[in-house]
């Protein structure tokens, strides 16, 4: 098990992510430069040189060779690129996946791997902390580490729920620092428009289908969690009154239809023949009519849903994500012709409809983001409680910097 990280006040924590962030803005400073931009006093600026050089976050770029002569440059301190930032890990059905980036919000890499579904919570953090060690490697890189975003299947209506105290107890005590916890569509939502398919654009829907179906929604450039965390639960809209009974307790909602169980399910039930997504992929490929005219069915529920929601909500761009949209135009046709028909007339040339782009580790790079908590999207997101952590969450401690990530997918 990794050891916790040394123990440090909100106070100290804001400290050194200011002085970080200057780091980030600047490059390398010298002690004086540093003291005059972030306002410490010399003792408070001692003291949190000497926490950050412990960690090693802070690295000097001149060793200090013996006694300084006439015009030698004063030595400069610098960011350790190889240290944490923050860690991002999304816990979803059936599978993990973890991210990471570093000091200067460079990624360091991302990472995932399927289970079982049903997978007792012990052994998902196991796999979690596997994962973020063959990412990050080496203790020093924790020991720096901002916090962690987390996150998980279905609304939280507060951050010490049931089951997942206990969780976010336990991922703090596996990797330090505070634990935040939300919605992994969500998250994933917030990803798609921080870095990807909707990077930039300020009415944003997304939606997943995977082995559940969900999504989020960015209003006015930001990410909205609505009453009780509820915002984005997109699958579990009715569109069936006589359909199949649902996890939520509902009937005919959009997941039990749309999801990949569902789709398999109903194409087995129409004749088909094929027990997973790429012998479906396949099948569809190969022009078989029962998987065609599954696809349409299910993609025109699919864009009467979005209809709906793009006349409530108003997005510019509805995101589609999940291992399902990777069929493509099979699918997404559909959807696009649904959703022409049943928005109203204003938006109906105007709204564009994309694939997602970061793949399997949206909702990991979304933790990320809400670890870090500086992206411009979480502006007016209510502020998580931190569940575990040795010092609490500093959200504000930081310099407000857009999370710049070199993303390589
Ligand atoms: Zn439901």
């Known amino acids: 098990m990794l ?47 000497r926490g950050l050089l412990a960690t090693g976050a802070v690295v000097t770029a001149v060793p200090d060779e013996g006694p300084r002569g006439r015009g030698r440059p004063a030595e400069k301190l610098t960011l350790n690129t190889s240290v944490g930032q923050a860690l991002g890990i999304d816990f ?9 980036v570093g000091v200067t919000y460079e990624l360091v890499g991302s990472a995932g791997e399927a289970h079982a579904p049903g997978l007792p919570w012990p052994d998902r953090v196991a796999l979690a902390e596997r994962l ?39 991922l703090g005590e596996r990797f330090g620092g505070p634990v935040l916890l939300d919605n992994n569509t969500r998250l994933a939502a917030l990803a ?11 009415d944003v829907l997304y939606l997943r289908l995977s082995y559940g179906v969900g999504g989020g929604v960015v209003a006015g ?30 009937t005919g909602c959009l997941e039990t239809v749309a999801s990949i169980r569902a789709v398999l399910d109903a194409y087995r ?6 027990d997973d997504l790429p012998a479906l992929a396949a099948a569809v490929a190969a022009g078989d009519p029962i998987a065609r005219g599954l696809l349409r069915d299910v993609g025109t529920q699919i864009g009467r849903v ?78 998580a409680e931190p569940d575990s952590g040795p010092a609490g969450a500093d959200r504000n401690g930081g310099v407000a910097v857009r999370p710049r990530l070199a993303l390589t997918f």
């Open 269 to 274: 039930a129409r004749g088909g023949h094929g």
């Open 306 to 383: 979005l209809a709906a929601l793009s006349n409530a909500i108003g997005p510019r761009v509805i995101v589609i994500g999940g291992e399902l949209a990777q069929i493509g135009d099979p699918l997404l046709g559909p959807v696009r012709e649904a959703l022409n028909a049943g928005a109203v007339p204003i938006s109906r040339h105007r709204l564009t409809l994309r694939r997602a782009a970061l793949g399997d580790a949206a909702g990991a790079l979304g933790a990320v983001a809400l670890a870090l908590g500086d992206s411009p999207l979480l502006s007016r997101y209510p502020a």
């Open 3 to 49: 050891s916790r990280p040394d123990v440090v006040s909100p106070v100290r924590r804001g400290h050194e992510q200011a002085v970080l962030g200057l780091l980030r803005g600047h490059g390398p400073l010298n002690r004086g430069e540093i003291s005059r931009r972030c306002g410490l006093s010399r003792t408070t600026l001692h003291d949190t040189l």
């Open 221 to 250: 450039g930001v990410l909205h969690r609505g009453a009780d965390g509820v915002s984005g639960e997109i699958g579990h809209i009715p569109v069936d009154p006589a359909g199949r009974p649902c996890e939520c307790g509902g």
């Open 92 to 100: 979803a059905r059936r599978a993990v996946h973890v991210a990471a």
């Open 132 to 170: 973020v060690r063959g990412l990050a490697g080496a203790e020093p890189w924790r020991r720096a580490l901002r916090g962690v975003g987390v996150g998980v299947v279905g609304p939280l209506t507060g951050a010490r729920d049931g089951t997942l105290s206990g969780v976010g107890t336990l």
């Open 192 to 202: 798609e428009s921080t870095w990807g398919a909707a990077a930039g654009d300020q």
